[in-house]
């Protein structure tokens, strides 16, 4: 039996939902928006609950802790105020990376996956990598976007999708994906860097340079799949059968059956966890801001991903909370 079948036969034939722990809380304990259906109530399970922890930093950002590596996804603390949430969008905005914000949070870092190169996923990537010294994960355009900030070659590794990259004690499968479209059916500063750019300066220099997903998979632990945009090619996730997924919310509706194609391609994973739901100019403070429109998106996800998929248990993360899978 091939390992993927095995690991898929494996993983549905254990309990049919995970166990997940907020400081040792069950998570269903939480909002009602948290609260499962009672098919879905927790049960334990044989893994090592507390070996890895994963704590939400907005938007589709990730601290993962794995014993004592730490990996990061799409991390993005600076928050700065571009006018998005509040209809005065300023594409000219300075990149302005908070490294007061940055420092007390990111105190050691070995991995970071770039989903994208958008401002709210790759700006404080360059400041970070220098201070940690971790290797950089993304799209070419990350790559040498990275490069005009001054990161070394030596960590930077540029992947397209298909990669596994083995690191011991886990595994990140790299998988292409695509980024969503707004109600205009267009992109957001598209366009991708095939060469060394001059320093970026404004958000708008920042393009959206390709679209990945990740699957991190622990030894002994979970199986998470990654995303950092709204669209799926769901072709590409072919037997990855993730524990979790964290999904990331629509802001249109221009990407046609979206949950469905995404749900069924990951077969249906057990907990499903929503993200880039929250104002992300705001504080890094709980509860998280969301704007009434998108507490609207956030609630119509919930409902869709029941009915879509009603096995699997809905998780809405708080910010900095130490989630155990």
């Known amino acids: 039996m091939p390992s993927l079948d095995r690991r898929r036969f494996l993983r549905d034939a254990a309990a049919t939902t995970a166990l997940v722990s907020a400081g040792g809380l069950a998570a269903g304990s939480a909002t009602p928006a948290q609260a499962a259906p009672p098919a879905a109530a927790p049960t334990p399970t044989a893994r090592r609950r507390g070996a890895v922890s994963f704590r939400w930093w907005g938007t589709a950002g990730w601290r993962v802790d794995i014993a004592d590596r730490t990996v990061l996804v799409d991390p993005f603390l600076s928050r700065i105020d571009t006018g998005l949430f509040t209809g005065a969008f300023q594409p000219a905005t300075p990149l302005t990376v908070r490294t ?25 990537v360059p400041y970070i990598a220098t201070r940690t010294g971790a290797r950089v994960f993304g799209t070419l355009t990350a790559y ?31 998988v292409g994906s695509l980024h969503s479209r707004n109600p205009s059916y267009s992109v957001a500063f598209p366009g991708v860097r095939v060469t060394q750019p001059p320093q970026p300066a404004t958000i708008a220099d920042l393009p959206e340079g390709d679209t990945l997903g990740y ?27 993730p524990d979790v997924a964290m999904v990331a919310m629509q802001s249109a509706t221009t990407t046609g059956d979206y949950l469905p194609r995404l749900l069924a391609g990951l077969d249906y994973p057990k907990v499903i966890v929503p993200v880039h739901y929250d104002n992300f100019e705001t504080e890094l ?20 991903v029941r009915r879509i998929s009603p096995r699997s248990r809905v998780l ?10």
């Open 100 to 124: 007061d914000v940055i420092d007390p949070r990111v105190d050691k870092a070995t991995t970071v996956l770039v989903t994208h190169t958008h401002w709210d996923h790759f700006m404080d």
């Open 144 to 174: 040498h976007l990275g490069l005009a900030y001054g990161v070394p070659s030596t960590q930077l590794s540029a992947v397209k999708g298909g990669e596994v990259l083995d690191f011991g004690d886990h595994s990140v499968e790299v």
């Open 215 to 241: 699957l991190l998979r622990v030894d002994g632990g979970p199986t998470v799949y990654f995303t950092g945009a709204s669209d799926v090619a769901e072709r590409n996730l072919t037997g990855l059968a």
């Open 285 to 304: 403070r709980n509860p998280p801001v969301v704007a009434p429109t998108d507490r609207t998106r956030l609630n119509d996800m919930i409902a869709a």
């Open 316 to 325: 809405v993360p708080e910010y900095e909370t130490a989630y155990h899978f």
